[in-house]
């Protein structure tokens, strides 16, 4: 199976700040990695998929980067809405892998 | 707008067998393009995904849970189903219905999912 891992697992940041969050796949994914928000309780939410395309709906502060083993999710000014949990998976092979989350909080 | 819906018992007794339905409005399971899925949460933890069934039956499954899984779909009733057989305290956790997108057979990506329903395996 391909690992995902999120480190840190919690990051603190205060509004307006340009955040990033990375992720780093066992082997090579190529672009095949998602990126999702989930709040306490609800259901992730899909952001970004094969590593920068925003979905649709997605505020355009929300963007991402990388290829092969390393990705990073940016937040270019963080808003009180973003404080939530945030995963990385990689559709390249299956089994679909999730990382462990990073928690964003103030 | 695609809305899935998980529902199913939130107690399941040890040993016995998990049963979960999710059903679909504003598209169907009978449209190529997209895997109907199945994903759980553990309480504090992760995701793990469970497996998809493809709009024409095929189904894949994560090797972690084995033969324990079947997932099947009722395309009359436009819905999802899930089986986990033999479980334990260990499934306890939230279980979310999602649609992946099939794009283009390179991308794939869990667009639209479930409110998820808590199942506690318990006796």
């Known amino acids: 199976d391909i690992q995902m891992t999120q480190s840190p697992s919690s990051l603190s940041a205060s509004i307006g700040d340009r955040v990033t969050i990375p992720c780093r796949a066992s082997?090579?994914?190529?672009?095949?990695l998602n990126w999702y928000q989930q709040k306490t309780g609800k259901a992730p939410k899909l952001l970004i998929y094969a590593t920068s395309i925003l979905q649709s709906g997605v505020p355009s502060r929300f963007s991402g980067s990388g290829s092969g083993t390393d990705f990073t999710l940016i937040i270019s000014s963080l808003q009180a809405e973003d404080f939530a949990t945030y995963y990385c998976e990689q559709s390249y092979r299956s089994p679909r892998t999730f990382g462990q989350g990073t928690k964003l909080d103030i | 707008q695609v809305q899935l819906q998980e529902s199913g018992p939130g107690l399941v007794r040890p040993s016995q067998t998990l049963s979960l339905t999710c059903t679909v409005s504003g598209g169907s399971v009978s449209t190529g393009g997209y895997y109907w899925s199945w994903i759980r949460q553990h309480p504090g933890k992760g995701l793990e995904w469970i497996g998809y069934i493809y709009y024409s039956g095929g189904t894949y499954n994560n090797p972690s849970l084995k033969s324990l899984v079947a997932i099947s779909a009722d395309a009359s009733k436009n819905q999802f189903s899930l089986k986990l057989s033999s479980v334990t305290a260990a499934d306890t956790a939230v279980y979310y219905c999602?649609?992946?997108?099939?794009?283009?057979?390179?991308?794939?990506?869990?667009?639209?999912w479930g409110r998820g329903i808590l199942v506690t395996v318990s006796s």
């Open positions: 082997q090579s994914i190529g672009t095949s």
């Open positions: 999602a649609r992946a997108v099939v794009d283009g057979g390179t991308y794939s990506y869990f667009d639209y």
